[in-house]
């Protein structure tokens, strides 16, 4: 839907799996074989798999200053349960949380969120306020107070919208 680029580091997985649901059409790429294959999930994975993107976008949501789309799950409490550890690198002795575990999809999203709060880009991921799509993007605007997905589609709808609802 988007014409951004991909964020950056391990939030590509987290904008990724937020972006699995197309609200406008409904459609959900964790329906298909290969949408589950992506993240490593077999059908029984995927009530989870769902409360987690939603409580995801929620976060997102509120990064950018929205209110949850509905009543979710808090985040926190979801990865709480998430096993992480301090991998060191025996070469330069650089650290990093990690998954305990690399198969499940929950203790990777928080391996993601836990390098973003290190690296300080976590707040950059947002959904776009527009309530047909709430798409994650990364915002790469200077000032961090990007919007919407895509200027270009989300934006200058909710332009239009305002410029029609001012003449009306």
């Not at 391990?10 to 904008?15: F, H, M, S, T």
């Not at 329906?31 to 009530?47: C, I, K, N, V």
Request: overall charge neutral.
């Amino acid at each position: 839907m988007s014409g951004r680029s991909v964020a950056p580091g391990g939030l590509a997985l987290v904008e990724s799996l937020v972006n699995t649901l197309d609200l406008e059409s409904g459609g959900d790429t964790l329906d298909t074989a290969e949408g589950r294959a992506r993240f490593g999930l077999t059908e029984d994975d995927l009530p989870r798999s769902r409360e987690l993107r939603e409580s995801l976008r929620a976060t997102l949501l509120a990064h950018a200053g929205h209110p949850p789309h509905r009543e979710v799950t808090p985040l926190g409490e979801l990865l709480a349960a998430a096993p992480l550890l301090v991998a060191v690198d025996e070469g330069d002795g650089s650290a990093r949380l990690a998954p305990a575990d690399s198969g499940p999809l929950l203790s990777r999203i928080a391996a993601a969120v836990a390098e973003a709060l290190v690296a300080g880009t976590w707040d950059r991921l947002k959904a776009c306020e527009s309530a047909t799509c709430h798409w994650a993007y990364y915002d790469r605007s200077p000032a961090g107070r990007g919007r919407w997905c895509s200027m270009q589609l989300c934006g200058a709808r909710a332009k239009m919208r305002r410029y029609r609802a001012k003449g009306a």
